[in-house]
Each structure stands twice: as C-alpha cells, then as structure tokens.
C-alpha cells in the first residue's frame, strides 16, 4: 500500500513537471515561435484567440441566463470573424492587415455590446477598457493618440444617449443575471489583463537578461576582436614575405599561394559581416531587389562550394543539392540572399566531419523555403535559444577543431532575412546534426513565372 501511494505521488509529480512544457508548447504552437513574430504581434495573437474563446464560451451562459438573441448572435458573428483574424495573422503572416481589421471591429463590438447589454448597467464600460489597452500595445504612439481620442469622444457621445434618452437601454431581466453578469466579466477583463501584465514583465525581463548578456559577448567581442583580425594578417605578411625568397620549391610556394588568399578571404569576410551588422543598426543597408533566378543561384552556391572543398581535399563529407526540376524565380537581393547561404553553408560545413551537407529549397503557396541541411556535431538544447543572439559562438562539440569566427553570421543572417521579409529557423539534435530554414515571400509574379 505505501508502494503504491509513493508511486502515485511521483506520478503526480511528474505530470505537474510535464503539464508547464505541454501548455508552453501548445502556446507556442498556438501563438507563433519568438523567431517568427515579434513580442507584439504575438500579444495580438494571444488576445485575439483568447477574445473568440471568451465569445464563444460567453454564449452558454447568455443562453442560460436569457439575455436576448441580440447578444447571442452579437457573440457568434464575433467569433466567427475574430477565428477568421486570427488564422489571418497566425498563420498568413498578415498581422497588419488582422491588426487594422480587429481594431475596427472590436471598436464596433463595443459600441453593439453596451446597447445589447444594457448600457451603463452592464459591463460594456469594462470592455472599452480592455480594448484600449489592447490597441496601446498592438500600435506605435500616433495611431494610440488618434485611436484615445476616438474611444474619448465615443464613450462622451455614450453618455449622452444615455443621459437624454433613458429609456434607450433596457433593465437587466433580474438581479440574479445582473450580478452573474458583472462578476463573469470581471473575471474575462481580469484574464486579459493578466495575458498582457505577464507578458510584458517576461518579455522585459528577458529583454533584460539579454542586455546583460549582450554587454558581456560585446566585452569578449571587443577583447577577441584584435586577436582574429591580427591572425589572419599575421598569416598575409608572414607568408608574402616567405615567396620572396629565391630558392622556394614550387610546391612550398603554391602552399604558401594558397595560405595567403584563404586568410586573406577570411577576413574580408570578417570585415564585410561587421560592417553589414553596422549599416543595418544604423538602418542604411540598402536593399537592391530584382528578379531572381533561384536553380541558377543554388547552382552557383553548390559550384563554388564543391570547388572549394575539393581545392582542400576535405572529402570527408558529401555536398548535395536538392532542388526542384522547374525552376522559381523571386523578387529579392541576389546578393544579400547569396550572402545568407553562404553564411548558412559554410557554418554547416564548419561543424560537419562527416555523413554531408545538403542545399536546396521547396515552394509552397505563399513562400519559398530554403534549408541547409547536415550531419555535423549539432547544438545542445540548452544553446539552441542564443544562437541567433550576437556574438555567441558554438563551441560545445568536442569532435570539432577550434574554429574562427566572432559568432555573428548567424545573427546578421538572421537580420537579412527579415529585412528580406522573410524569416529564419532551425531543428537540431545534438551529436546528430542541424538544419537550418530560412524563407522569402512569393509574389504574384513570381507564381506566374515559377
């Protein structure tokens, strides 16, 4: 019997463990990762699915309680358009248009609301409430000045059909639906209040934690900086002044050749990435975008690659390309969507020792999607939130040699991509290896020429 309750009291244990990461997971399935939605756009996301489960479970007890068909269908009409806003910004990735849409409407909503659920009597003043504090994180500052005027002079022009016309807004059926009433919506403005309070505090107290963090990887950046740059020049002087000499054999000499450009190449990169992250946080990267053939692209990318590879004998790994027959063209930066595969294969390429590398790209309806597939030493769970973060290098793997870099390629991949408009992410298993994804959007011209 006592075997039995300890057996039991560790299974309830560890479903209280398990039950956070299935809800926080659920979530984010529901709401959109942190890689594809900023923290506002999935606060409107939150809102306006916890908005049509409220309409929709807000009917039950306006059935049971006999508040009129008005409001029943006031609720469902809501419902359905708020599902419909939501698969809108969720998974259509049109935020700004479900943002404008639900801003229109919910102000509708409330106006309906106050006259279907007796006015001052009832909760509607509740509602006005929630909306404008919703509007105030989902805009920037000149849309919430007009949007607070606008809610001002509704809720005075409110009043006063109230004031001059009483006899406008109906009585409660009775006290008892009166009561039940204002205290269910206190509790549904309440759960909105707190989605918005516990929000915000966690995403200012990771904001916080990645300041911190930032400060630091800036101070090892700063400290590591003169080091990987003196390397490779070390690397340039030393070596020309080595071809000088007369009695050289040919085969030291082409070593030697060769030694050079690579070093010399690596930090052109190096320098060419910190002036990208600089010109974009100043905001003047430009963006040249025309049409662009996507075979011909990934064919160049495997060309040079395979090329490269083989100048080095590293033939310890397979380079593949996977793309389809029919080629896609699409209207982006030839240069700055070369420059993220780049990015993306030679850090596939630098943590890989065997099995292979694999490129290509898929399309759907709305976008294409490349990835970078390989078999390398993989990221750690723990790691796999930092690694788009700046300055953060993957060092993990004891079956990779060190390897150079200040671990901005990813973070200035990342950047590119959304300035892109599309967006970046990854699957990995430690030791098993690492794919990574990144997206651009199809155009309508694009479809027509695919």
Partial sequence: MISLLIKFGHFIRDSLNFMPQVIKQLLKRALGGEDEFSFEERLVNAYILYGGIICL???????WLDFGWQLIVLLIVSTIFLAAIFYLSRFKRRTYLA?????????????????TNYGSYGSAIYIFLVYFFIMMFAWEQFQIKILGVI???????????????????????????????????????MGFFVILIVSAK?????QYQMAQRSDKLKSAFLANMSHEIRTPLNAIVGFSQLL??????????????????????????????????????????????SRV???????????????ILQTKGANKFELLLEIPAKTTYI????????????????????????????IGYTVSEQEVIFFIEDTGC?????????????????????EVKTTRGFGIGLSLSKELVHILGGRIWFTSKYKEGTTFYFSAPLTHSSKAAS
């Fill in 378 to 398: 993989g990221i750690k769970e723990e790691f796999q939130p930092e690694v788009f973060n700046r300055f953060v290098r993957n060092e993990d793997s004891r």
């Fill in 57 to 63: 479970l807000s009917n039950i007890f306006n059935v």
């Fill in 202 to 206: 966690r995403n200012y107290i990771k």
């Fill in 244 to 289: 000088i000499e007369r009695d050289l054999p040919k085969e030291k000499k082409e070593r030697y050749s060769h030694l050079i450009t690579e070093n010399g190449d690596y930090l052109m990169k190096l320098i060419s990435d910190i002036l990208d992250v600089s010109m974009i946080e100043s905001g003047h990267l430009n963006i040249i975008k």
């Fill in 151 to 189: 809610v001002a002079c509704n809720l005075i022009l409110l009043c006063s059909l109230e004031l001059i016309f009483p006899q406008l807004i109906s009585p409660y059926p009775s006290e008892h639906a009166r009561i039940i009433d204002s205290y269910s919506t206190l509790l549904v403005v």
């Fill in 99 to 115: 943002k404008v849409m639900l801003s229109i409407y919910a102000l509708l909503f409330c106006n309906i609301f106050w006259y």
């Fill in 331 to 358: 209207d982006a930066d030839e240069m700055r969507l070369k420059q993220v595969i780049f990015n993306l294969i030679g850090n596939a390429i630098k943590y890989t020792t065997k099995g292979y590398v694999k």
């Fill in 293 to 307: 053939n996507l075979n011909k692209v990934l064919n160049q990318v495997y060309s040079i690659h395979n090329e």
